[in-house]
Each structure stands twice: as C-alpha cells, then as structure tokens.
C-alpha cells in the first residue's frame, strides 16, 4: 500500500492544485509563482537523502506535486503572455508541446540508467541541476505578469477544486489496478467517483454565479477552446496508455533492461518533435481543422500498425508505431494555440490550468483504460493453474521462474502480445471517434493567429 501511495501522491496533489496555483499565480505573480515552483521541486528533490521512510518519501512526493502545479500551467500562461504575436507563440507553443512529449520519452531512459548505476535516490538528485538553471533563467529573462484582481481569494472554490480533481484522479487509478479482481464493483472508486461528481459540480455552479469565479467555465462555450482540450486529452491518452503497455512489452518480452528500454522508446520523442515543431507550417498549407483531425488520426494508425503487423510482433512495426503515436503532439501544440487564441491575455491562467489538467486527466485515462483492457486481455489468453499469475506480465514471469515453468514464460509473453495488439484496435477505434469529434468542432473557418 505503501508503495502505491508513493507512486499516486505526485499526480493527486498535482492534479488538485492545478486550477488554485494557475489562479494565486495570477494574482500573485506568474514568474514568482513559477521560480517559486523550481525552487520548490529542487528542495524537495534535494530532501530524498533525508528520507529514511515510506511516509518521508510519499511527503516528499506530494511536494514535488505541489511544486509541478506551481510549474506547469505558469509555463503555458506565461507563453500566452510572452508572445504577443500569434504566429510566433504557435511556434513557442509547438516547441513546448515537443520538449513535453520528449521528457516522457527520454525519462526512462535517464531513469534507467540511474538506477542501474546508482541508488534510488539519484532518480530525485537528478532534478536539482536543471531546477536550479531554471530557476536563475525565470529571474534574469522572465517578465513579472499578474492580472489585477480586488476579490477576495476563494478559498472554497480551491477546495472544492482540489478535493473533486483528486477524487476524479484517484477512483480512475483504483478501478484499474483492481478491475480483474472486482470491475466496476469497487466500493471504494465508486465513492470516490460520486464524491469527484459532487464536488465538481458544485464547483461549476459556483463558478458559474461568482463575478470573480476561481474558473472561468464558461470558456467552454467556446468551440474552438473545447476541441484543443479534447485534442489534448485524447494525444495523451495515447500517448501514456501507449508507452505503458510498450514500455512492459520491451522488458517482459523482449527481455531489455530499463536502460535499453529507454533508447527503444525514442521513436516517441521523435515523431513527437516532428510534428510539433512542424505544426505552424502545416497549419498554413491545410488549416487548422484538418491538422487537428490529423494530429490525432496519425496515432490512431500507429495504434491500428499495432494490430495488423505481422506475427511474431518484431521492433521494427512497434518503433513505427511510436512515431506515429507520438506524432499526436502535432494535434497537442495546435491544440495548445487554439486554447490560447479562444481565452483573452487576462484568462490566460484559466486557459493554462484547463489544458494542464486535460494533459493530466488524458496520461491517467490512457494508462488506466488502455493499461486495464489490455490486463482483461492478458488474463483471458494465459491458461495457467498459478494463483495471481494471469494479473500481470511481470506476476507471470516471476511465476515461472518461481516453479521453473518455462512453459508457462513463454505462454505469458505469447498473451501479453496478443493483449497489445488487440489494444491497438481498440486504441486505433478511440483515436479516430476523438479525431472526428475534434474535426466537427473545430470552426471550419478558424483562423489561431486571430484572438476569438
């Protein structure tokens, strides 16, 4: 329990405190808020060698989410303002939405190597030096921006955000660590589903009657704003559904250290810097409509290359697969310059926190849904009489070399193949019913270089 808490408290505090950081750092300052972040998450980076517990380190976690939501909308919100010009903040924005898709795909690469060669204690240690250098960048580059606000702030609006995010966050989790063992009949994610609908609503409603509301919700209204979140939630439901199931494929199949399977990660991050970078002058040649439809049809036939490639699976389908799912941050950096375009300079926050809190909602919906048919699969096509080895690939392997079954490893690794490229199709299938629905509300007019 003690190890899940580990993993789950940076995307629960980060999650509920995007809304309230992106609002204090309008208020406050969104270069302060943002040196404040760095100096945070390189403290609590820095206090791991501290850390002699399970609870220190689940501590240290949560404020290390704490510092990400200082971070990650201040950035955006910050480009917003930086930026004046439409064209030229495209351009920023693409290369944001490329560096973002890069580090989860060069992470393990340094995570893996890290742990190979030093403690676990390097893995936090690592973030320290980049921290630091942002931290001096922010107070030499940046200019201060804040918007004038005489309210009072709402503190119940912050806490009906951060409980109902959370909840949201975490019953997603839940249901798909335990769907093989209870499905949808988990007592404990179904609270916290409703407790997530409940606070949520009622921080809609009150959003919606408060001159001075913590969100502005009634930027949904706007089309163009709607479909650059739904492109930013589906790019990385792809995204992070997909480098969790490949990521188990190349260790437990393929039989490659974290190391190895770091660098055979790699296509992800180059069609990703492809395509964001390139996003300005697609948009030129075809619209802002259709590169959207494509920015999220192009994972979409990574995920079907899945499924149809030839059997045995072999590396070379699987890293042209990569390419085209990470080329989705194509359909995420326009995306980002739609949200932008759709929210005045003094709603920039709100637009930031909006997107930031998609990216966050569409890595957890990928990992979970995709991550939990592809379990449901797994556990259908492996026939074994091992209690707890159909739960996983890696309870499987450590079955059979616990019984001395090599039968049995090369059953598991047979199913868990086949459990990926059926996920395919059904990847493939999401992808391209979000690919339509973004192109439908995409206005077919739309131009990102206007503000709307």
Request: charged fraction near 10%; proline fraction near 4%.
């Amino acid at each position: 329990m003690q190890q899940l808490w580990i993993v789950d408290a940076y995307s629960l505090v980060l999650a509920g405190l995007l809304i309230s950081m992106s609002g204090l750092a309008d208020r406050f300052g969104r270069r302060r808020l943002l040196m404040v972040g760095f100096g945070l998450f390189a403290v609590a980076s820095l206090l791991v060698l501290r850390a002699d517990s399970a609870p220190v380190v689940i501590a240290l976690r949560a404020l290390l989410g704490l510092g990400g939501a200082m971070i990650m909308p201040t950035t955006l919100s910050m480009l917003r303002v930086i930026f004046s010009d439409p064209r030229e903040r495209t351009l920023a924005l693409g290369i944001w939405a490329a560096v973002s898709a890069a580090g989860a795909a060069v992470g393990p690469i340094i995570g893996g190597f890290l742990l190979e060669h030093f403690s676990w204690h390097s893995a936090f240690l690592v973030n320290v030096p980049p921290m630091v250098l942002a931290l001096l960048a922010a107070a030499f580059l940046l200019p201060e921006s804040r918007v004038q606000v005489t309210a009072r702030w709402d503190f119940v609006g912050s806490a009906l955000s951060l409980g109902g995010v959370a909840a949201l966050v975490w019953s997603i989790k839940e249901f798909g660590k335990h769907f093989l063992d209870d499905g949808l009949a988990n007592v404990p994610a179904l609270l916290a589903l409703t407790a997530a609908a409940i606070l949520l609503t009622v921080f809609v409603r009150r959003c919606l009657h408060r001159p001075d509301p913590l969100l502005d919700v009634r930027l949904f209204l706007r089309p163009q704003l709607t479909a650059g979140v739904l492109a930013a939630l589906f790019s990385m439901l792809a995204m992070g559904g997909g480098l969790l199931l490949l990521a188990q494929w190349l260790q437990g199949v393929e039989g490659l250290s974290p190391l190895q399977t770091g660098y055979r990660l790699l296509p992800f991050a180059a069609g990703a810097i492809v395509t964001s970078v390139g996003a300005r002058r697609l948009v030129d040649a075809l619209g802002a409509r259709l590169v959207m439809a494509f920015g999220l049809g192009l994972p979409a036939i990574g995920f079907l290359i899945l499924w149809a490639s030839p059997d045995p699976l072999e590396y070379g389908w699987v890293a042209l697969s990569m390419v085209l799912q990470g080329a989705g941050s194509g359909a995420l950096a326009i995306g980002s310059a739609m949200i932008m375009s759709a929210s005045p300079q003094e709603k920039a926050g709100d637009a930031a926190a909006i997107e930031e809190t998609a990216y966050d909602l569409g890595n957890v919906f990928g990992v979970a849904l995709l991550g939990t048919v592809g379990a449901v699969i797994f556990s259908s096509r492996l026939n074994t009489s091992v209690p707890g080895a159909d739960q996983s690939l890696a309870a499987a392997l450590k079955a059979a070399e616990h019984t001395g079954s090599p039968e049995l490893a090369a059953s598991a690794m047979s199913a868990f193949t086949d459990a990926l490229t059926r996920v395919g199709l059904i990847g493939a299938g999401i992808l391209a019913a979000a690919a339509a629905v973004v192109y439908l509300l995409t206005p077919r007019d739309l131009d990102i270089d206007v503000q709307h």
